[in-house]
């Protein structure tokens, strides 16, 4: 049958369950959220008594950062009632989540009224974690078995992409595929088939993992700084590394999962890395629970106010960390490893990972146990929790934030290499990897044509991992490389259309960038049909090379960085007016030029998760690659006779002047940086460069022209300068502006009005481009810009002054 979700009802709205309405809200699609009548109000006739516990949930949720909604307005297509009035309501929707507290009993009373009015063949599906979904089947109609099955988002749910898909013997395998691909195309996820086994794939490989590391800390003599400086983002893993993870998540939470499978898993042969230690023990007995009680691994501590200061004043705070010797908090200690040193230099984890692992100091050995461990435990659970690597690999990635999947880590340090290390380690693995390499394979994974193949071992074949067909990811590209330089490389993607990556620090644009994307598309000009700019990484760009501006303005050298600025310029100009379309699919971070490239695309193809705005006037700049130009541009295309005309500048001045990022890419609509009708926002960031590369297809096929240079632009000149002018001043009087602040927005202020002109005139791009340059470059020379540049390239944040 075809399925069509329009309604969705969500039962429970505790944190997960309110977070899963605002993202199924997010997406368009109608939500019924609905909780349980408070006691007090149990015999009240007042729907808001009788719905405050939702009511409440939900409005904490829409006001809890980071923010469950991709825009405030999805919040309107959520009805909120109670168990008692408006469970009859799900009869309406088209699958309904249960979300309620993890206690058997209760979510089969649940059921059992849900039975009652759901109508036949409407999803039902668990959001547990902990319980398995046979037991929750148990007792209902065939047709709600048939159509039942386990849907586990992690939290938060907006922005965790796993969803990991668990069915029963009884699910329908129309259903299971269903979901799967749901969870792919509609809701962004990376949708990973799990079997009912205790914590299903990624929490039962995750807290293994964890207790793993406390057990290797605990050997080494490690501490809580240096754990957390060894498995953070040095081996592709989040910012929160460790115990800053346990931290967030509930020290007792993560006790709890380990409890449960040391219990739950009695053939597990690891089954004692789930023992708590001694030390974890006292710290939930001491109820230091982590960021929930005020305080675990860590603790933000008041300093103590200098002597002869008024205790009125306001003290200074810091991070400290826990001591588990002493159970005292100390001031944070950087560690210094002379391994972690010699990756410093390394941008690329897959090249730092073999360093790392090499290390012949402490750190050296960390990663030698932790890596040998972890390779041992994923070998014996194929096929336990997962039939295939792949899957294992891929719900680590999305739901733990790993950048490198453990099969694709021991993939990296050579599979026949490290098994023998680990045999003489001690650690011993599943036969079935002797079984593949002996049969002449050596790698878990492999590429062909493009497309990624994984080891199937019943086969002992390659084989493509199934639904990523439709997926175009770069570095799969690597034997189709047309044409490269030292930080970019350009890529026959097939059907004629070639795609430029680049790989900088935080994918910074600098001169060598700035040059791949002249010669990218001077090439598809010459014998492709379209060219797509996109890259692999964790963002799409940062911006400009805030290190380059800086050392050109502090040597001021204004001749090179005027060169610069319009090498920038003319790249982005050259992207807007090449003969063959240029598509441009960003995510994550796409800030500053990142933004301004953008802006200049042909189209955009977004992953929802694009955090893209122009941040300049936050370094003392104004956009300087053409960003306030586009907006002028904009500006004067969308004035209409029924409003005064500076109200849509004014608007666009203000998104330039207070550095307004996009929390998503669906917000950046609201923003005018992408345009409705033209832009696109792609739910699966997986499937952005797919999308993209349909998209010049579409435009070539169409009979694209080449877009004419503008000539035409309305600019307003004094009437709207004074306008803006004055709010200047306001900002600076009431404290939301510096004199710094103020300086920059009157220079911007000037250039969106065309200057200091007498009377409303028409300009072209390049009049507007020279005035941004101008103003760019007049800025460059002012102390308080470089101080705040200083303070990026120091810091990562600019200075306030």
Not at 271 to 288: H, R
Not at 332 to 349: G, M, S
Request: charged letters at 25%.
């Amino acid at each position: 049958m075809k399925r069509t979700i329009k309604k969705v009802a969500v039962l429970g709205s505790g944190i997960m369950g309110s977070r899963i309405a605002c993202l199924f809200a997010g997406i368009g699609v109608q939500v019924l959220l609905l909780d349980i009548v408070p006691k007090e109000a149990t015999e009240s006739t007042n729907v808001l008594a009788r719905n405050k516990v939702v009511n409440d949930a939900l409005q904490a949720a829409i006001k809890s950062n980071p923010s469950p909604v991709y825009t405030p307005d999805v919040v309107k297509r959520i009805t909120t009632g109670n168990f008692d009035d408006n469970l009859k309501d799900i009869a309406a929707c088209d699958w309904v989540i249960e979300v309620v507290v993890e206690r058997l009993d209760i979510k089969r009373s649940l059921y059992e009224k849900v039975e009652q009015y759901r109508k036949k063949g409407t999803l039902v599906t668990s959001n547990t974690s902990g319980i398995p979904i046979h037991l929750l089947a148990e007792g209902r109609s065939e047709d709600f078995k048939k159509h039942f099955c386990g849907t586990h988002f992690f939290n938060p749910p907006r922005y965790l992409r796993l969803l990991e898909i668990i069915p029963t013997k009884d699910t329908d395998q129309s259903v299971t595929n269903f979901l799967l691909h749901y969870g792919d195309l509609y809701l962004g996820k990376t949708t990973v088939l799990a079997k009912d086994t205790p914590a299903f794939i990624a929490n039962r490989v995750g807290v293994f993992g964890i207790m793993n590391i406390f057990h290797v800390m605990q050997k080494l003599g490690l501490n809580i700084d240096e754990v957390d400086a060894l498995t953070g983002p040095v081996i592709g893993r989040p910012k929160s590394a460790t115990f800053r993870t346990a931290d967030v998540v509930g020290i007792d939470t993560m006790v709890k999962v380990a409890k449960d499978l040391r219990n739950n898993l009695p053939d597990d042969e690891a089954k004692e890395m789930f023992v708590i230690p001694a030390w974890l023990e006292k710290i939930v007995t001491n109820n230091w629970l982590g960021d929930k009680t005020g305080g675990g691994f860590f603790k933000k501590i008041k300093l103590p106010l200098a002597e002869g200061s008024p205790e009125e004043q306001k003290r200074d705070t810091e991070i400290q960390t826990l001591n588990l010797d002493t159970f005292e908090y100390a001031p944070r200690n950087k560690p210094k490893f002379a391994t972690l040193d010699a990756v410093k230099p390394i941008e690329d984890v897959r090249q730092r990972i073999p360093v790392l692992f090499a290390g012949t100091d402490k750190a050296g050995e960390f990663y030698g146990q932790l890596f040998y461990a972890l390779f041992s435990y994923i070998s014996y659970r194929i096929p336990e929790i997962s039939d295939e690597s792949y899957r294992i690999d891929d719900a680590m990635k999305a739901g733990f934030g790993w950048e490198i999947g453990a099969f694709e880590t021991w993939d990296l340090l050579g599979v026949a290499k490290t098994a023998e290390m680990m045999k003489a380690a001690g650690f011993t693995y599943a036969s079935w990897v002797d079984e593949m390499l002996a049969a002449g394979n050596t790698s878990f994974y492999k590429t062909e044509k493009g497309k990624r193949l994984y080891y199937d071992i019943p086969s002992k074949t390659y084989q493509l991992i199934p639904g990523t067909g439709v997926f175009i990811v770069l570095s799969n590209y690597t034997d189709k490389v047309v044409w490269k330089n030292s930080h970019a490389a350009l890529y026959d993607i097939g059907d004629e259309v070639v795609a430029l990556q680049w790989n900088t620090k935080m994918n910074s644009i600098g001169s060598e960038v700035l040059d791949a994307a002249n010669k990218s598309i001077a090439i598809a000009e010459e014998k492709y049909k379209g060219l797509v700019i996109a890259n692999d990484g964790a963002n799409f760009s940062a911006g400009a090379n805030v290190g380059m501006i800086f050392m050109f303005a502090v040597e001021q050298e204004y001749d090179e960085l005027d060169l610069a600025i319009r090498m920038f310029q003319n790249t982005v100009m050259r992207v807007r007016y090449s003969s063959v379309p240029v598509v441009i699919a960003p995510h994550g971070l796409t800030l500053g030029g990142g933004c301004e490239m953008n802006l200049h695309a042909d189209k955009v193809c977004a992953a929802a998760e694009t955090y893209i705005g122009l941040v300049e006037l936050g370094v003392g700049l104004i956009p300087g690659g053409g960003g306030t130009k586009e907006f002028v541009l904009r500006a004067a295309d969308e004035m209409h006779e029924d409003e005064p005309e500076t109200i849509t500048l004014k608007n666009r001045f203000l998104t330039i002047a207070t550095a307004k990022v996009a929390t998503s890419a669906l917000e950046a609509y609201s923003l005018g940086i992408l345009r409705k009708g033209l832009d696109e926002v792609v739910m699966n960031q997986n499937r952005r460069i797919t999308e993209a590369k349909r998209s010049v297809l579409e435009m070539y096929d169409s009979g694209y022209v080449m877009p004419v240079p503008r000539k035409d632009i309305k600019v307003l000149g004094k009437s709207a300068l004074g306008a803006l002018l004055v709010g200047v001043n306001g900002m600076q009087r009431a404290g939301y502006a510096t004199a710094h602040d103020a300086l920059v927005a009157r220079k911007l202020a000037y250039v969106m009005c065309g200057g200091d002109l007498s009377e409303q005139s028409l300009v072209s791009e390049q009049y507007l481009l020279d005035l941004e340059r101008e103003a760019f470059l007049s800025l460059c020379g002012e102390r308080k810009t470089l101080e705040r540049l200083q303070s990026v390239l120091k810091t990562g944040k600019p200075v306030r002054n």
